[in-house]
């Protein structure tokens, strides 16, 4: 196996970048589910993404970018090539007047809380929501009719060959529960302008739809947040529940007896699990409904 890792052996040698090989990616999902990527690299800093980026790229090795691992299905077999993550060193969140800056691992809770202490409201929606900030931008993450995507006004990374550039919002394509960047970029801060408000009212509405979820949603159970995107006009959990499929149960995978749209993993889940779990749902909501229903969980492939 070493022998099969030589190619990458050059970011061992990177400062402020920690590497563990054959790592499971299990231990980075909410899912807790994925076998080993080849290589997985944590950068501690800017300077060493920038140093990590530049070796990848002069070496043309396949790489990808995973944020808390909260709406992503990654292979039984892992993932052969170099997985990126940023290290807690990328959670600092700091505000000037209306305008809110936090690195792209600051939790989205956290962010949000942030700005209610600051008596700042637009974000209160993400209230529930597990991920980054960062990782929010490329799902343009939403509820209760708010949308990341409306709140950014630049996000900050690195292109994949090391180049420090700088991205306004506007020139991000947002979409439902998606984002299209001009190129690939590994984020490291999201500028988000609020509005100022009333703190207890912020308050009392986060706590409001925090309520709602805990409801409503298997939180206690691992799983990856809604598994298909809402069709136009309708609720992709409604659907599959009129389908008879709440309870449902594929090896370790089940989808949820509290929401029809969540897949949990009750004990020892795998991948394929839970993309028979998929296909079924699909299969039978076309069916009956006449309406195919999109992913909006990430299936990430065994070769990136």
Request: glycine share 12%; proline share 4%; net charge positive.
């Amino acid at each position: 196996m070493e022998d099969s890792l030589e190619k990458y052996s050059v970011l061992w040698k990177i400062p402020g970048v920690k590497v563990l090989k054959m790592e499971p990616l299990s231990r980075h999902s909410y899912f807790r589910i994925g076998g080993p990527a080849d290589v997985l690299c944590i950068p501690g800093s800017e300077e060493a993404i920038e140093e990590l980026l530049k070796a990848i790229s002069s070496r043309e090795l396949p790489w990808k970018t995973i944020g808390l691992g909260t709406n992503v299905l990654f292979s039984d077999e892992g993932m052969r090539g170099i997985v990126i993550k940023l290290s807690k060193g990328f959670e600092r969140i700091q505000s000037t007047g209306r305008i809110i800056e936090a690195q792209a691992s600051a939790k989205l809770l956290s962010v949000s809380k942030f700005a209610r202490d600051e008596s700042l409201q637009g974000l209160e929606f993400v209230t529930g929501i597990p991920g980054s900030i960062g990782g929010a931008v490329f799902t343009n993450a939403g509820a209760y009719g708010g949308e990341v995507g409306k709140l950014i006004r630049w996000v900050k990374g690195y292109t994949k060959t090391g180049r420090v550039c700088l991205l306004d919002g506007a020139s991000i394509d947002f979409g439902y529960r998606k984002a299209v960047l001009p190129y690939p970029v590994v984020l490291t801060s999201v500028t988000l302008e609020l509005h100022e408000g009333d703190r207890s009212e912020i308050k009392a509405k986060m706590e409001s739809f925090e309520a709602k979820r805990k409801q409503t949603q298997p939180i206690k159970l691992p799983s990856a947040g809604s598994v298909f995107r809402n069709p136009q006009g309708n609720s992709a959990g409604k659907l599959i529940e009129q389908c008879g499929l709440k309870g449902r149960i594929e090896g370790g995978a089940q989808i949820s007896e509290l929401h029809g749209n969540f897949i949990v993993n009750i004990g020892s889940a795998k991948a394929s699990d839970v993309r028979r779990l998929v296909d079924i749902a699909r299969n039978e909501v076309l069916k009956r409904f006449g309406i195919e229903l999109e992913l909006e969980i990430e299936m990430v492939p065994e070769i990136v």
